[in-house]
Structures are given as structure tokens and as C-alpha cells.
């Protein structure tokens, strides 16, 4: 027996008659932290952009998702078409950005993803599409006062010779954190519209994930040694770690290959992650 609604529709019936004009439809966009590390320092993918709103102010690479396409292929699609980037590199949603008045033009909704690649594809990257330049902008966080449910910090992001700061201020409220940001005077420029904010839940993820998970190793090539591992974590959490203690537990996450490279003057171990660690650990 067929299904039907309080006017007696069955939802056959219900498709041919309904009406999306009803309802307005928003804009929606996908907007990428794209980030690596080099020269043991975390590096992020900006663009300037070439047409209003905004113009000549630096952003995240993104865009308009079409109707028909995934959020996923317009993630690809938007990177290759304004950076020239297309390998493979891990990404992942991060969050939705919706604010009614975050966009002059329209209401649009953005779905912010946050990417990593190793270093290789700093040397691929050039503008194409509504982007005028691109340009990988080293990424300090620096936590200037913190209390209980509040805390202040200023993130930075530096490029030849510009150089914008924000001071990002966070407070906890029941289960969500508010935050705020400001930007400060010592900037040369501004970020465009409010990337700011994705830019810095994205420092977060990556810094509260980097130890735990293996997501830290989506920035490093496939083989590596363990002072690239941990040049890769000191630059993502913006401190020096004790080597010792790093390495012991570091280990658990990584299969020896049995190969060699040199560093510093000396053979050095290659490794490999481990995608399988922590279904091993739990069966221990």
C-alpha cells in the first residue's frame, strides 16, 4: 500500500505539484584551508582575489557550488580552476558558515573544508580563474591571556611583505565556543570576507588532532624520517617537543620501511603511517 500525506498525496504525487519557488534559495559555496608544512613552518594557501566583493583583498580559494555537482567534486574543481592544484590530498568538512549578511552580493552559505598536502604542491600552485595571484602565507598562532571559558590569542599570517594579524578572541558559552576577531593595526592588509574565522578553527583541529590521530601525516610525503615527523609537529602546534619523548611515541603510528636517507651528515630511518594503528592498539 502506497504511502500517502494529509491531502491524500502519495509522494509521486506530491513531486509534480510542489513549488521550490515557494521558498528563496540561498547561494552555496566551498571555501578551502589548504594547508602544508616547509621549511619547518605551516604554510596556507591564500588567494587575491580579481572581482568584487573584496577585490585585491587575499582569501581562501573557493566558489559558487554548481546545482548539479557533490560539495566534494566542487572542492576539486574550485582548487584546480583558481590555483592550479590537482593531486590528491586529504581534505575534510569543517564547518558551515551561514551569517545573513557574511556576503554583499547575496545570502550565501559556505562549507569550509579544511585540506592538507605535502610541500610538493607549493611549487604547482598558480592563479587561473577569478583569482589574481596566489600565495602560501606562513600561519603563527600565539595565545596571549587565557582564563577559565575564555581565552585571547593572535594569529598572524606573513607573505614577503605583508603581513596580517588578528587578535582572535574565544569564549566558551555552554557547548559552543564564540568567537570573535579584530583586526590589528600593525596589518598591511585585510582577509576578505570572514576567513579569518575558518582559518583559526582550522590551526585548532589541526593542532588538537595532530598527536592523536593521523592526520599530521597528510603534510608529509609517503616516506620520511622522524625528524621530518617531528619538524612537521612542532610547526603545526607552534612549540618545541622533547625528542625522546616524541619519538617513543610517535613509533606506534609509523611501520619501519627498512630504508635509508641521508640527513644532517648521516643515515637516517624511513618510515611510513601506519593506517592501521589504532585498530592494532585496541586488539592489544
Known sequence: MKKVNAQGLTEKEFLEQYDDSVFRHPSNTVDMVLMTVSEGQLKLLLIRRGNHPWIGQWALPGGFVDFDEDLDDAVLRELKEETAIDEEFYFTQLYTFGSADRDPRTRVISTMYLALTDESNIRKSKAGDDAAETG??????????????????????????????????DQANRNYVKTTSRLLEESSEALAADHIKAINMAVDLLRNRAASTGILFNLLPEEMTLRQIQDAYEAVVGHKTDTGNFRRDIKRMLINTGKTRKSAGKQAALYRFNPMFRYLEENL
Open 136 to 169: 602560501w602565507f606562513t600561519v603563527k598562532r600565539t595565545v596571549t591571556s587565557q582564563d577559565d571559558g575564555h581565552q585571547t590569542s593572535v594569529l598572524t599570517l606573513d607573505k614577503d611583505d605583508v603581513h596580517i594579524a588578528y587578535e582572535i578572541t
